[in-house]
């Protein structure tokens, strides 16, 4: 398994080392002392598992607010997602400065985004499985959002009429979130 960093910093990209035969394939993906190595030391407590039916659907961007905000690892073990992480860390050097990430089953990446980050992402084929381990359960009371077609970051998304949960279409632009 190989880590590497992103532009954005915490922002880590994980690459597993495949070991493939004629049976099929095994990979690690998870492994604490490697993680650990990297900075990545948060204990996960939940694991997410979702159906996306459509292409071009398009969830988030979503974030929790401290002090229930989460850090996560996504990967996609059935299709294909654009994922875009926005940071919300308002002493950061990029703050409000987003990256964009393609995760698949075929190159089976994850992703580890640390708390102080909103995330969202794009279906590039139906059917598609998301899997995402979480530090801190789900909280109503902090869960927020950010527009997805917000024009201040300008997130170059690979679909410009996405399917949208109404929640989703009603988050507010980046200069009004609650962050």
């Not at 190989?2 to 070991?19: R, T, V």
Request: neutral net charge; proline residues 4%.
């Amino acid at each position: 398994m190989s880590i590497h960093s992103s532009k954005l910093e915490g922002i880590l990209l994980i690459e597993p080392k495949l070991f493939k035969d004629e049976r099929g394939f095994f990979m690690e993906v998870y492994h604490k002392n490697l993680f650990h190595e990297h900075g990545i030391k948060e204990e996960f407590v939940q694991d997410n598992h979702s159906l996306l039916k459509q292409i071009g659907t398009l969830r988030g961007l979503h974030y929790q607010r401290a002090p229930k905000a989460q850090a996560k690892i996504i990967r996609v073990t059935k299709g294909a997602i654009y994922n875009v992480v926005v940071d919300l860390r308002q002493d950061s050097q990029t703050f409000g400065k987003w990256e964009g990430f393609m995760l698949s089953a075929e190159n089976k990446k994850q992703l580890f985004i640390p708390k102080g980050f909103a995330n969202g992402f794009c279906t590039l084929m139906k059917d598609t499985e998301v899997q995402y381990k979480v530090d801190e359960y789900y909280s109503p009371n902090h869960d927020r959002g950010i527009r997805w077609n917000d024009p201040h970051l300008a997130i170059d998304w690979p679909v410009s009429v996405p399917v949208l949960s109404l929640r989703d279409e009603a988050h507010p632009f980046f200069t009004e979130a609650d962050l």
